[in-house]
């Protein structure tokens, strides 16, 4: 069954631009081969419970995809050969959350309100974005996969880039610095990490004070005290 509403969009032939605000509900849906899809202004598309699929073109602008719903029994997802590129992405699934299988560009920020991001094979670039409201219930997890971001660190002063959960501080120049966080088990022996892992990769090899952010729910069962 599909549940829709759709307010002030144009289709010509095959782009379809969108201005205003559409939903669907319980289905998957998927932009073809061939098919350019342009959102204009803000739009939200809401997502109840859906799967999206990219296969063609789909241009950004300052739009929200929202994902919805409260099915505990399908695992929905964002796939397709094309990727996406998205402004700002916002979740709110009272089960469950959505898996990746793409690589996606976030231009502003991903909003966390319920249910998680899992990684399957897929990275997540944060283009100047941020993580927002991640807490022990609403986050991302899933390995393989990342989420990173690239910025120039210069004299940087208590600096989390995008919300990763690494701090910077420093009076010296990084230069252009590379971020990626991943959320994989390590193992050493008989000793296991806990499931989030930081890389970083910077221009000027400079000493600086780093801060390390995690969430209990990545612990693995690791007691912090020891």
Do not use: C
Request: proline content about 2%; glycine content about 10%; hydrophobic content about 40%.
């Amino acid at each position: 069954m599909i549940s829709k509403s759709i307010k002030y969009y144009l289709k010509i032939s095959a782009f379809l631009w969108v201005f205003g605000q559409f939903s669907f509900g319980q289905v998957q849906m998927v932009n073809t081969s061939g098919t350019n899809f342009s959102f204009v202004g803000s739009p939200i598309l809401t997502l109840d419970d859906v799967s999206l699929i990219n296969e063609g073109t789909i241009t950004s602008d300052q739009e929200t995809y929202n994902f919805v719903g409260e099915s505990a029994t399908v695992d929905h997802f964002l796939n397709g050969a094309s990727g996406f590129e998205i402004y700002t992405l916002s979740i709110d699934k009272s089960s469950n959350g959505i898996s990746v299988l793409t690589n996606l560009t976030i231009n502003n920020q991903i909003d966390f309100v319920n249910g998680t991001i899992e990684l399957d094979g897929a990275d997540i670039e944060m283009n100047g974005a941020n993580l927002n409201n991640e807490s022990e219930t609403s986050r991302i997890l899933g390995n393989p996969g990342s989420v990173f971001t690239t910025l120039d660190l210069n004299a940087p002063s208590a600096v989390n880039p995008s919300n990763l959960g690494f701090e910077f501080e420093g009076e010296t120049d990084l230069g252009t610095t590379g971020i990626v966080r991943s959320h994989g088990i390590i193992t050493l022996g008989a000793n296991e990490s806990i499931e989030r892992q930081i890389e970083i990769s910077a221009t000027n090899d400079e000493i600086i004070i780093l801060k390390f952010f995690y969430l209990d729910a990545e612990l693995n069962g690791i007691d912090e005290n020891e």
